[in-house]
């Protein structure tokens, strides 16, 4: 390819590399042949020797001897490990539910920007930035960083990750992120990478990846009118986004190819709360709420806040002694979800929040009032069967409905719920886990392999 050819600042390494393949092949089918046989024969000790350990302590819970890579790479093993009752260790079970899991991937590998620290690094000064409902932009890179879908070779990459954190800029007045200065940042930075490395131009931006994790995503603005005037940035319009903001109906701010993913909530602080929490079934709390409600919400632009949804929710519940609705904020509030049997997730300004993550995560079951919602990774997380939907206009009947569900069928709902891989799959761990939300959005990216550029390494010569 032409524009390949012109020797980059770092392509000579390339080069050599590239070239390498040819001259070397056949000492590397010999290689690989004594690789393959010393394989083979380490494998069946393996084998063996894991059953044979098993055998041994055939009492509860064994660790499973066998790593993760030896099992995906022989199945034919699979089946007699299948009929070892011995494991009930939840990692060990999702291995063999989906067995060909590690290779959902299809081997792809992402390229991950090493960019200034002005646009990443220099935020974290403020511990704020890595913890809070925004912080998906920092835990997906440090979970990328050490994957191993992540390649150091920016020539073998499907796709390239541009870690730029714009949610960390705290006002200094109210404290919540500012991002005026999103779209700026965001464009500095691709014209960054744009003029250092070759990719951006190959592909227009087709196979990058950004985060947008604020109310209204790739849109960079808090007010939906704005957002929706503003569109997304021209200058990302080809490329990918991950972001909190989805709806079902057409929406400016998602007229682009994007991913849903989950708010940020600390996988640590869920740990400590379980820790905390005595999670014997006994949930006093019947219908929980605590956050912003608006008494008498003021017309912004047209726009009510929620709706007017929470505050319909505070007119009708208020005293209603099966509800627990509280209006201030209160650091321990994790563990009234813990309590809870019904948490409610009403649109705020954007409709989507992190009760949804928190309630799911709890075992609390999260009632939905946020009409149009696109919810994140529906191929991991059976929403229908955790999760209760009331339109907005319905909330007026939302004892009636709660009643109802909890008479009938609440206890299977909460079973389903209580699946240890649905709330691994809405919290972004580090390292990434298999199953975690990092690893859902790099199975959403191996759906879009067709927007990858890459060339062929032997087009260039
Ligand atoms: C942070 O936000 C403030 C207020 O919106 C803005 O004036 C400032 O330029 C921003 N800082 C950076 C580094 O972009
Ligand atoms: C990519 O295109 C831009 C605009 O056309 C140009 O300024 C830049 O030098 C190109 N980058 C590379 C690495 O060739
Ligand atoms: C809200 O304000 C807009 C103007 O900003 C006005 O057109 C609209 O009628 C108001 N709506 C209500 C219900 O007051
Ligand atoms: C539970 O019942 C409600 C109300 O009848 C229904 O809408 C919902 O789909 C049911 N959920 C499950 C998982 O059965």
Redo the contacts with the bound molecule.
Sequence with gaps: ML?TK?P?IRSSGFYVRMRLPHNARNNRNLQKSFCYRCFKWILWFSISFYFFSSFLITSNKPTPSLSKTTISHFREARALIEEQPLDSSAAFRHHLKNPGDSNILKGMKVYVYDLPSKYNRDWLSNERCSSHLFAAEVAIHGALMSSEARTLDPWEADFFFVPVYVSCNFSKVNGFPAIGHARSLMASAVRHI?????F??HSRGSDHVFVATHDFGSCFHTMEDMAMADGVPEFLRNSIILQTFGVKHKHPCQDVENVVIPPYVSPESVRATLEKSPLDGRRDIFAFFRGKMEVHPKNVSGRFYSKRVRTMIWRRYGNDRRFYLKRHRFAGYQSEIARSKFCLCPTGWAPWSPRLVESVALGCVPVIIADGIRLPFPSAVPWAAISLTVAEKDVDQLGKILEHVAATNLTSIQRNLWDPEVRKSLLFYDPMLEGDATWQVLVALSGKLDRSHKKPRVSIQ
């Design positions: 524009e012109k980059l744009s003029s250092q490395l070759p951006w131009n």
